[in-house]
């Protein structure tokens, strides 16, 4: 891996310096005005699809996005001679939060719904980025190959309970940005506005609800999702859920969405547990363990969320504006449960 040479394809000088963010891919900064990204081929199987898949949802994204730019030879990738191909973005001044102040929970909701109702407009298909990407069932088998006795046996032990109450979801009606976190927005310098929608590398088809699920499971937890600590900040999702019901608009699977948050947090955790098991080569670890206290807080949060379902869907209702007692217009029925 050499950013030097990568950088020189796109006539870019200056410094370059590692930006330590992410599990995945490789990024730096290129002389403070570019993005220079090495994309994971081992996770990403056709990582031109990633590039191809940005354009097509780039027009109706309009200015919620940073599109990647052509390389010297007019190219929208370079590939250097391991075969690891590498991307360039435009740097964006702006700020980037793994835990958001509290100001910033509605702005963060109301982009991405924002993006969600623009990506709702596209009636085509996307490639496949990662082959069952958000398939529950995928995951579970993947553990099941996977396990073993020892460390995780009480994790085991809970993931074989909760499954037996799942159901896989087969809804996908619309194009998602498939991994809705906090840390994937950029906010303006010097103001509370979210301004950009970045890592486009999991656009897929699927329900706005697994989207909002993750958000809502994003802004509970901290840092690298290591704490054991993360808990459900009924303020905090009050704000998010209004943001992005105002700028997506109102829905009709009120229960569909609040229980989208265990759902998400229950599948990470299953993700990083199977990652344990397999050596930590999905997500990476700086120390034996690391994805297994992940896990832990995960399945933590998904036990919070599994006890609140009603109470969000009171919050969801009440940001739309609806009420839940008896008076009120019933709720459709869900068509679905994830669990």
Same mark, same amino acid.
């Given at each position: 891996?050499?950013?030097?040479? @990568?950088?020189?394809?796109?006539?870019? =000088?200056?410094?370059?310096?590692?930006?330590?963010?992410?599990? &995945?891919?490789?990024? /730096?900064?290129?002389?403070?005005?570019?993005? !220079?990204? +090495?994309?994971?081929?081992?996770? %990403?199987?056709?990582?031109?699809?990633?590039?191809?898949?940005?354009?097509?949802?780039?027009?109706?994204?309009?200015?919620?996005?940073?599109?990647?730019?052509?390389?010297?030879?007019?190219?929208?990738?370079?590939?250097?001679?391991?075969?690891?191909?590498?991307?360039?973005?435009?740097? #964006?001044?702006?700020?980037?939060?793994?835990?958001?102040?509290?100001?910033? !929970?509605?702005?963060?909701?109301?982009?991405?719904?924002?993006?969600?109702?623009? $990506?709702?407009?596209?009636?085509?298909?996307?490639?496949?980025?990662?082959?069952?990407?958000?398939? &529950?069932?995928?995951?579970?088998?993947?553990?099941?190959?996977? +396990?073993?006795?020892?460390?995780? =046996?009480?994790?085991?032990?809970?993931?074989?309970?909760?499954?037996?109450?799942?159901?896989?979801?087969?809804?996908?009606?619309? &194009?998602?940005?498939?991994?809705?976190?906090?840390?994937? #927005?950029?906010? =303006?310098?010097?103001? =509370?506005?979210?301004?950009?929608?970045?890592? !486009?590398?999991?656009?897929?088809?699927?329900?706005?609800?697994?989207?909002?699920?993750? $958000?809502? +499971?994003? &802004?509970?937890?901290?840092?690298?999702?290591?704490?054991?600590?993360?808990?459900?900040?009924?303020?905090?999702?009050?704000?998010?859920?209004?943001?992005?019901?105002?700028?997506?608009?109102?829905?009709?699977? #009120?229960?569909?969405?609040?229980?989208?948050?265990?759902?998400?947090? /229950?599948?990470?955790?299953?993700?990083?547990?199977?990652?344990? %098991?397999?050596?930590?080569?999905?997500?990476?670890?700086?120390?034996?363990?690391?994805?297994?206290?992940?896990?832990?807080?995960?399945? @933590?949060?998904?036990?919070?969320?599994?006890?609140?379902?009603?109470?969000?869907?009171?919050?969801? @209702?009440?940001?739309?504006?609806?009420?839940?007692?008896?008076?009120?217009?019933?709720?459709?029925? #869900?068509? /679905?449960? /994830?669990?």
């Amino acid at each position: 891996m050499n950013p030097e040479v @990568a950088a020189r394809q796109w006539n870019l =000088d200056g410094d370059i310096e590692r930006i330590a963010t992410g599990r &995945i891919n490789a990024t /730096f900064l290129v002389g403070g005005t570019h993005v !220079l990204q +090495r994309i994971n081929g081992d996770i %990403f199987p056709d990582p031109r699809a990633l590039l191809r898949n940005a354009e097509k949802i780039a027009a109706v994204a309009g200015k919620l996005i940073v599109r990647h730019l052509p390389s010297k030879h007019g190219e929208p990738c370079w590939s250097d001679q391991d075969g690891e191909v590498w991307r360039v973005y435009p740097h #964006v001044p702006s700020r980037n939060f793994d835990t958001l102040p509290d100001a910033l !929970l509605n702005p963060v909701g109301t982009i991405f719904g924002d993006l969600l109702s623009r $990506l709702r407009a596209l009636d085509g298909e996307l490639e496949t980025s990662i082959p069952g990407f958000h398939d &529950i069932q995928t995951y579970l088998n993947y553990l099941d190959a996977t +396990r073993s006795s020892g460390d995780a =046996d009480a994790e085991l032990e809970y993931v074989d309970l909760r499954r037996q109450r799942l159901v896989v979801s087969e809804e996908k009606s619309q &194009i998602i940005h498939g991994d809705c976190k906090v840390n994937n #927005v950029l906010f =303006d310098p010097t103001t =509370d506005k979210a301004i950009k929608v970045v890592d !486009l590398d999991t656009l897929m088809r699927g329900s706005a609800s697994w989207d909002f699920g993750d $958000l809502i +499971r994003s &802004i509970s937890v901290g840092p690298e999702e290591l704490t054991p600590d993360g808990h459900i900040n009924i303020a905090g999702v009050e704000a998010v859920s209004r943001g992005f019901l105002s700028a997506y608009g109102p829905v009709s699977d #009120v229960e569909e969405y609040a229980a989208a948050p265990a759902h998400m947090s /229950f599948m990470l955790g299953t993700r990083f547990l199977t990652d344990h %098991f397999d050596g930590d080569r999905y997500f990476g670890a700086t120390r034996r363990g690391e994805n297994l206290e992940r896990a832990r807080a995960q399945f @933590a949060l998904t036990r919070q969320f599994d006890r609140s379902v009603e109470r969000l869907c009171e919050i969801l @209702a009440h940001a739309m504006g609806q009420r839940l007692d008896g008076a009120a217009k019933p709720l459709r029925k #869900v068509r /679905f449960r /994830f669990w």
